[in-house]
């Protein structure tokens, strides 16, 4: 899923991870394996999130974090791509009941 600059902030602030610039040059290859995402990367490597179907009794909407790849060097220079892989990591990008308050 393609994120919103608020919610990019979000989701970095939630698992600590930063965003793949959308004018980096590895972002149309990426786009082009797995879709138009935003990419993040972590201390585990690269991932994305994937839109949960909302609950009946929840005012959020989220969203899981999936593994693209692991990075396979000590020193964070090189990933290894893999399967998508499901973690359990949630993301919660909005709050819909009062959610236009400023508090962070």
């Known amino acids: 899923m393609k994120l919103s600059f608020r919610q990019i902030e979000v989701t970095a602030t ?3 991870a930063l965003a ?3 004018d980096h040059p590895v972002v149309p290859q990426l786009n082009r394996i797995y879709g138009d995402h935003t990419f993040f ?11 949960l179907e909302p609950v ?3 005012a959020s909407a989220s969203a899981m ?9 000590p020193k964070r220079t090189t990933l290894a791509v893999h399967d998508p892989e499901a973690t359990d990591t949630i993301v919660i990008l909005e709050h819909s009941e009062g ?4 508090g962070e």
């Open 14 to 16: 939630q698992i600590g």
């Open 41 to 51: 990367l972590d201390e585990e490597g690269l991932e994305i999130l994937e839109a």
């Open 56 to 58: 009946m009794t929840s």
């Open 65 to 73: 974090v999936v593994k693209l790849a692991s990075w396979s060097d």
């Open 20 to 22: 793949v610039p959308p």
């Open 99 to 102: 959610g236009a308050g400023g």
